[in-house]
């Protein structure tokens, strides 16, 4: 499963670093100057760079012709992004002279069903 979280502030971090070592005549790039030449506002900029605003893919294409990037170099890995899958806390119940293990909330829902019977 993909961390999309991690995956744009990933690509995020990677826009600021280009962005940031790239010289202008001026000086450093600005996120201001680069927004001017990718045609959005600075404020885009700086949430894509923090990873809080998705990078369309024709704006990631302008940025890397930009700092004349290859796109694949700058996305990154599906292993950096990948989520696994936690695995649920399992929970041992006794009930009936044996000890059930399980995740703790199909142990809750079996519990509560015992009791309904047991009260009936």
Do not use: W
Request: some cysteine; overall charge neutral; proline content about 4%.
């Amino acid at each position: 499963m993909i961390n999309e979280a991690r995956l744009y502030q990933l690509l995020g971090e990677r826009i600021r670093k280009l962005r940031e070592g790239f010289e202008t005549p001026e000086g450093r790039m600005t996120q201001a100057g680069l927004a001017a030449m990718v045609d959005l506002e600075r404020t885009s900029i700086t949430n894509i760079e923090k990873g809080a605003q998705k990078v369309s893919l024709h704006v990631l294409y302008k940025i890397c012709e930009v700092f004349d990037a290859n796109v694949l170099d700058i996305l990154p890995r599906p292993a950096e992004v990948v989520q696994e899958k936690a695995l649920p806390e399992m929970t041992a119940l006794e009930f009936g002279g044996k000890t059930y293990v399980a995740p703790q909330k199909t142990l809750q829902k079996i519990a509560a069903i015992l009791e309904m019977k047991e009260q009936r």
